[in-house]
């Protein structure tokens, strides 16, 4: 059991890959509302990428730094799939649309891609991919899409704190807390939440 853990936590040596190598990584997924976000990006192997971690290791100011970095550094694309395709085509499958539409928004024709989790994405058939089970901690480029995936939601997440100051979002960036299931059941359910979802469906 041991051994079996130590593999998984290994480092993997992207840098050794030939071509563009991509990080691909999804934030929300797990949440009762919003938007779930997904980035992608490409880092200079070259450079020292120890900087990057699992988001969910980094506190909300690193994040936000480590965020500002790759952008200034690093090619990148984001994506996104709607509460609406959430609902109607199920959270995993709006997963690997929204990190689709990460890669498509990188204007790329080909390259590998490095996903965290088990699964590849569908219909990529022009490029090569790696699922990586903890890709988020064995991979940079996987590290640096989870900070990036991760802020972008948290910022969109804010806005509906704004927008709903009833609800809390702020203080549970939308995830089946104790506080946003009292306020659901409360205040009903908002558009922004995800339907299918238990701990929302019950109160529509």
């Known amino acids: 059991m041991k051994e079996s853990m130590k593999r998984i936590w290994e480092k993997f040596p992207w840098e ?3 071509g563009t190598v991509i990080g691909v990584d999804e934030a929300g997924r797990g949440c009762l509302a ?13 450079k020292d990428n120890t900087i990057y971690t699992d988001s969910k290791l980094l506190s909300e100011s690193k994040r936000e730094k480590l965020a500002e970095i790759i952008k200034a550094t690093a090619k990148y694309g984001i994506g996104y799939a709607t509460v609406e395709e ?3 085509i199920n959270i995993f499958q709006a997963s690997m649309l929204a990190m689709k539409r990460a890669v498509d928004n990188l204007g790329l024709t080909h390259g590998h891609l490095l996903v965290d989790g ?13 699922a990586l089970v903890k890709g988020d901690l064995r991979a940079s480029p996987i590290s640096a899409a989870s900070i990036l995936a991760k802020v972008e939601r948290d910022r969109y997440i804010y806005e509906l704190a704004k927008n709903y100051p009833q609800y809390g979002f702020e203080q549970h960036k ?3 807390t104790k506080l946003h299931k009292d306020a659901i059941k409360k205040w009903g359910p908002l558009d922004e939440h995800r339907k299918t979802f238990a701990g929302v469906k019950e109160f529509i």
């Open 174 to 176: 939308a995830y089946a």
């Open 86 to 88: 959430i609902d109607q």
């Open 16 to 18: 050794d890959l030939k």
């Open 34 to 46: 919003g938007r779930v976000y997904a980035a992608a990006v490409i880092l200079d192997a070259n």
């Open 118 to 130: 088990n699964k590849t994405i569908p219909n990529m058939l022009a490029f090569e991919q790696t």
